[in-house]
């Protein structure tokens, strides 16, 4: 709906690589992000005043985390931010991947301690997997999505069991479907699928009959 | 006299996935010294569907009849879930009717769900008859429903936009008798299992975990209330109209198996409460509506959840701007809640670890998706 | 105390239940009685199918296979149709989509057979569980227009 | 001739004694199987209609033949012994457990006649020796069939059953000291002289007994060793056709026995009220009443854990059991001299 998404919906389109640097640009104006891919399917619909103040109220939290994040990690650590609906989304660079979510969850002023859902995406159009990871704070009560991008080929990210338990299987599961490596995990065997399967399901280009 | 120890071996032993209490194909593989179980893995993944690579083929309409296979104890919220989601990604506006027929299922339906529980729980523990009592009541829960979407157990009954038939006529009065007939029988149950000593000596104080373990786990539900911790869904982020409803949260205190015990119990009664004040504000009007015959999700990113009746039921939804989700990715609270077990095992004997793992109440077909 | 209290509660409980009416089904001797929504397996009306091929497409799993040639009036009638009930969820979406009410749920349910092919149910048959549904629940045979309207009245979406 | 054959027991060796004695062994295993097939089937019924349920109903009328049919059905199995197992002692385990099963009802006097069953005049500690090498037998079915599931549960019940022997034999001694004899017929006619079941000055003994014996018998609470959510079926996990029914049978025999012993020792035997006659029928009554308390507790409660269950029998029955022979000596002393 907004800056992220509109990237991910022209990168799709001409399927030239290259995720444009978001995070050198300031946020896009609300209206015109939210109104764009709505144009696309039907014709814009009138939105609510509710509406704006909630995706406003989105847009200065992100400004918020950017800033903390930013300040803390300097300006290479995000890839890109932007709204996705009224959710703050981070990208991360890879190699801020650890310490980005370690800082988010032990921060006492952030405490993002609960790991909310952890799903992985793959992009062949883009060429990475993303995986995302959404996060709330149980202490003031906010939510936050850090994704991470890594290539196709040889798709490798640092594991967060050191910082949440409940990784684990998650990561088992990211790894068994999309075949991304997670380093540092302490068990990364398949979960679903059986230990000699070949392939990894949900990645896009996987085919059943290549299986025989 | 030779004063060498008594030397003792640990056996691994195989529990599952056909045994009768791992509540389907789920596979433990502990190492046992004596009785005691020195470490404990889970083996998942016997009921793998791939219902998330399925849903990419699928129109949304077409995923619905999957939802309902994942916690086939409650399919009725597992429909709400995946609607919900759909509906705030697209902000279709859903009739008042449909609305509160939607709380009013799913409500019986996490009713449905924690009777099952009950039932199964006593069952692990050695007793029978909560579990015949528990089917006796989910029997009529059951009826209902299959008055109601004409099914008994897989409900496909919600669509984006509404729900697919509106009640029959005599269904809202059902259920009203049906509440003080269900709270009765409440008290039996309490009566029967609350208060006995053998069940309070096999419950209390076994298994237990602080809440800081939960939240890093990422559990939800009744698994991470038995913590004390407030987190309800329905109260947290509301969804549909449950801001409408007075309802409490009930919480533990512990976090042990007797907390997730009668947390279950508690909240049958204000999901009953929630019903009662359903059935009350329900008025007429349509049930379905204005949705595009064929959905189309707008591009971009989507995370929904509703409170399942194991926990946080959340969808993921990547959109492409086409009928078809581009990724469709479910958050199972099962599948969450049940990575805690061989942290909880440890060091317990085998008993136990029935105890424990009837406690996090879980539905494999939840699990392996 | 308390506890041994506690013990005879539940004594007590069980004990109460032994008098009570049993609520057994007698299942073979005594059919169960389905709602009239019952997603139960389907029927079909040839005469009414226009082939326009919607719920093979809506199908979740892909089990059902229809074809239709034209006749003489250059309108579709169908030719076969085919329900492959190994994979059928009997979800109901293919009788939500039919124009024509051509295929809808009836209350039959039992399906065991010795075989995968013979779960395999082709239009006769289909068509032949309608005419026993029917009489079930004393429906008319008339006309198939009539049928369609009882249907809906039974379901409650006249 | 009849007077020798029905009551060979008091009677010297002869012929015919030796026909009593050998009709009286097949009669009583004929009668004692009849009575277990049917106290299957009523515990199916009982706890059926507990649970709202009909209970078995499809075999014969009432699903009366339904224990028959299963029984039969074990006979013509195949008898299935694992590859891994060992072989002799896998055959031999059953019958190690039902032998005693059986032996014990030699002493349970049914009537005051005691056609077909010998009066002992050490009954009651007969009765007690021969139940515990029915312990053997469960342990070796456990440990020979190689299987991990068996022989926790053989390994249960052994320390279940041992321990629990010890409060189920202090429980008993209390009525021994009220009757001066461990002769089981004497104990009843104290019983019947003094107008008085044991239940009454021995309370607290019959409520250890009443715990002592349902864990002997391994039924709920207490039936751990073969805790059918945990341990699958426990020591006979691996067993199937009729050797899974021996050890089926011995354990209803066992009920049945552990039933008339109640009877015998705390119910005062075969007297009716008001000195009606029909020995045998107030027997059977008691007995049944026994029986029945036995499938109520099974409907009602879930299963104790194995160290809870450990713990009762240490810390709380074996201490009762033995204050309640301390108050049967207080009650010998000043109240019951007979």
């Known amino acids: ?212 | 006299m030779a004063t060498t120890e008594l030397r003792t071996e640990e056996m691994l032993l195989n529990v599952g996935p056909q045994h009768p209490s791992t509540h389907g194909v789920l596979r433990l593989v502990v190492k046992v010294d004596g009785e005691i179980i020195r470490e404990a893995t889970l083996v998942i993944g016997y009921l793998h569907r791939g219902t998330e690579k399925l849903a990419e083929d699928l129109q949304y309409t077409q995923i619905i009849p999957y939802t309902d296979r994942l916690d086939y104890l409650a399919a009725m919220i597992n429909n709400h879930a995946i609607v919900n989601a759909v509906e705030q990604a697209m902000d279709l506006q859903v009739p008042e009717r449909a609305e509160y027929l939607r709380v009013i299922v799913a409500e019986l339906n996490r009713i449905a769900s924690h009777l099952l529980f009950l039932g199964a729980y006593l069952l692990d523990l050695g007793a029978m008859s909560p579990f015949l009592y528990a089917f006796q009541e989910r029997e009529t829960i059951t009826q209902m429903f299959n008055e109601i979407s004409g099914a008994r157990l897989t409900y496909n009954y919600m669509r984006v936009g509404g729900v697919k038939w509106d009640a029959p006529p005599g269904w809202i009065d059902k259920v009203r008798a049906y509440i003080p007939h269900f709270r009765e029988k409440l008290k039996m149950y309490h009566n029967l299992v609350t208060g006995n000593e053998v069940f309070l000596g096999r419950v209390k104080g076994i298994g237990a975990y602080s809440q800081e373990k939960a939240l890093g786990y990422g559990l939800s539900g009744i698994n991470l209330r038995s913590t004390g911790f407030k987190w309800d869904i329905r109260r947290n982020k509301p969804y549909s109209i449950y801001d409408r409803f007075d309802f409490d949260i009930p919480v533990g205190k512990n976090g042990d198996c007797y907390d997730r015990y009668i947390c279950h119990m508690m909240e049958m009664e204000e999901s009953l409460k929630i019903v009662e004040k359903a059935v009350e504000q329900i008025q007429d009007g349509p049930v379905m509506g204005k949705a595009p015959k064929i959905l189309r999700v707008p591009a971009g990113e989507y995370y929904a959840s509703v409170e399942g009746a194991k926990g946080e039921l959340g969808i993921y939804i990547v959109s492409d701007g086409k009928d078809k989700p581009y990724r469709f990715k479910l958050r199972r609270p099962s599948f969450i809640n049940l990575q805690i077990l061989p942290e909880l095992m440890e060091g317990q004997n085998v008993a136990n670890m029935i105890a424990i793992l009837g406690a996090v109440d879980i539905v494999l077909g939840e699990v392996d998706a | 105390m308390s506890g041994v209290l506690g013990l005879l509660k539940g004594l007590g409980v069980t004990l109460g239940q032994l008098p009570k009416k049993k609520v057994t089904l007698m299942y073979p001797d005594v059919q169960p009685e389905w709602p009239d929504r019952y997603r139960g397996v389907h029927k079909l009306m040839p005469d009414l199918c226009i082939v326009c091929n919607q719920c093979a497409r809506i199908c979740p799993t892909s089990c059902i296979s229809l074809s239709g040639t034209r006749g003489e009036d250059r309108k579709l009638h169908l030719e076969t149709f085919d329900i492959n009930f190994e994979i059928c969820i009997l979800c109901d979406l293919c009788t939500e989509v039919c124009p024509t009410e051509a295929i809808q749920m009836t209350d039959t349910f039992e399906l065991a057979e010795y075989n995968r092919d013979a779960i395999y149910k082709d239009m006769n048959w289909l068509t032949e569980n309608g005419k026993q549904h029917a009489l079930r629940k004393g429906l008319s045979l008339e006309s198939t227009e009539e049928a369609v309207e009882q249907n809906n009245q039974l379901e409650g979406n006249a | 001739m009849w007077n020798n054959v029905l009551h060979w027991v008091d009677q010297p060796f002869t012929s015919a004694t030796y026909l009593g004695m050998l009709l009286g062994g097949v009669l009583t295993l004929a009668i004692t199987l009849g009575a277990v097939t049917y106290t299957i089937y009523g515990e199916r019924k009982i706890i059926g209609w507990m649970q709202g349920r009909v209970g078995p109903n499809r075999v014969g009328p009432f699903g009366l033949m339904q224990s028959i049919a299963d029984i039969l059905k074990l006979l013509i199995k195949e008898d299935i012994v694992p590859a891994k197992a060992d072989k002799a002692l896998f055959m031999i385990a059953p019958i190690i457990t039902y032998v005693p099963a059986f032996a014990v009802l030699a002493v349970i006097p049914y009537t005051f006649h005691h056609y077909f069953t010998a009066r002992l005049n050490i009954g009651v500690l007969y009765y007690i020796a021969l139940s515990s090498i029915s312990i053997i037998g469960i342990v070796l079915g456990g440990w020979a069939s190689n299987n991990k599931y068996a022989i926790i549960g053989g390994l249960r019940s052994a320390a279940q059953m041992i321990s629990y022997e010890i409060p189920l034999a202090l429980s008993m001694l209390g009525v021994v000291l009220l009757s001066g004899s461990l002769d089981i017929t004497r104990i009843i006619e104290v019983q019947q002289q003094n107008g008085l079941w044991n239940v009454f000055p021995q309370i607290l003994g019959f409520i250890v007994f009443l715990i002592a014996a349902t864990a002997e018998l391994a039924r709920a609470p207490f039936d751990l060793p073969e805790a059918e959510s945990e341990l699958v079926s426990g020591y006979f996990t691996e067993y199937s056709g009729f050797r899974f029914a021996f050890y089926m049978l011995s354990e209803y025999v066992y009920l049945i026995a552990m039933a008339g012993l109640a009877a015998a020792l705390f119910l005062g035997g075969w007297t009716g009220p008001f000195g009606l006659g029909w020995g045998w029928f107030w027997y059977a009554i008691k007995s049944f009443l026994f029986i029945f308390l036995m499938f109520w507790l099974r409907a009602t409660m879930p299963r104790a854990r194995v160290d809870q269950l450990m713990g009762f029998a240490w810390k709380y029955l074996i201490p009762l059991a033995i204050l309640n022979l301390l108050i049967s000596a207080v009650e010998k002393l000043y109240w019951l001299k007979g």
Not at chain 1, 115 to 132: L, N, R
Not at chain 1, 144 to 164: G, Q, Y
Request: glycine share 4%.
């Open chain 1, 1 to 212: 709906m907004t800056e992220a998404n509109e990237n991910k919906q022209t990168t799709t389109a001409d399927t030239e690589a290259a995720p444009v640097e978001a995070a050198d640009k300031p946020a896009a104006p609300v209206k015109t992000a939210a109104a764009k891919p709505a144009a696309a399917a039907k014709p814009p619909v009138e939105e609510s005043p509710e509406t704006i103040a909630k995706r406003a109220e989105a847009q200065k939290r992100l400004d918020e985390m950017k800033a903390i994040l930013e300040d803390k990690f300097g300006e290479g650590a995000l890839e890109e931010t932007g709204l996705q609906k009224f959710q703050p989304t981070l990208v991360i660079k890879p190699e801020y991947w650890l310490p980005v979510v370690t800082y988010l969850a032990h921060d006492e002023s952030l405490t993002f301690n609960y790991p909310e859902c952890f799903a992985g995406t793959d992009y062949p159009a883009k060429g990475f997997i993303e995986v995302a990871l959404y996060l709330y704070s149980m202490s003031n009560g906010r939510f936050i999505t850090v994704k991470v991008r890594t290539p196709r080929d040889n798709a490798e990210v640092d594991s967060l069991c050191s910082v949440f338990e409940g990784a684990n299987w998650e990561e088992r599961e990211i790894y068994d479907l999309l075949g991304v490596n997670f380093k540092g995990h302490p068990n990364l065997v398949r979960i679903m699928m059986d230990d000699d399967y070949k392939g990894h399901p949900l990645r896009k280009d996987f085919s059943v009959w290549e299986q025989q």
